[in-house]
């Protein structure tokens, strides 16, 4: 069963940085996507930034220009930096990876989610 463990967040200031990283693994043969959503209280886990295997990225308008993800395929791990921080980016920032297991089975894994509280 393939495991997506997230780790980074806590809380920063308006205006400052923080990064959080996600890796998978177990039983993995090959990784489409990975990418982080979030999700703020009482609203729906929304998109903030996605990247294929091949380096081709997607961002949410509300974080392009501050946010940039970035991926090690060797380590099966994603990266988020996430500059200019506002109050509105607070919430539980959920990693998720795509792909297919050594069976040959499609596979699409969540992590626990991490917080990330910016102040104001």
């Known amino acids: 069963q393939v495991q997506v463990v997230e780790s980074g967040g806590g809380l920063v200031q308006a205006g400052g940085s923080l990064s959080v990283s996600c890796a998978a693994s177990?039983?993995?043969?090959?990784?489409?996507?990975m990418g982080w959503y979030r999700q703020a209280p009482g609203k729906q886990r929304d998109m903030v930034a996605t990247?294929?295997?091949?380096?081709?990225?997607n961002y949410s308008e509300s974080v392009k220009g501050r946010f940039t993800i970035s991926r090690d395929n060797a380590k099966n791990t994603v990266y988020l930096q996430m500059n200019s921080l506002k109050p509105e980016d607070t919430g539980v920032y959920y990693c998720?990876?795509?792909?297919?297991?050594?069976?040959?089975?499609?596979?699409?894994?969540w992590g626990q989610g991490t917080q990330v509280t910016i102040s104001s």
């Open positions: 177990g039983g993995i043969r090959r990784i489409n996507v």
């Open positions: 998720n990876s795509e792909g297919i297991t050594i069976w040959g089975r499609p596979y699409n894994s």
């Open positions: 990247i294929t295997s091949g380096g081709a990225t």
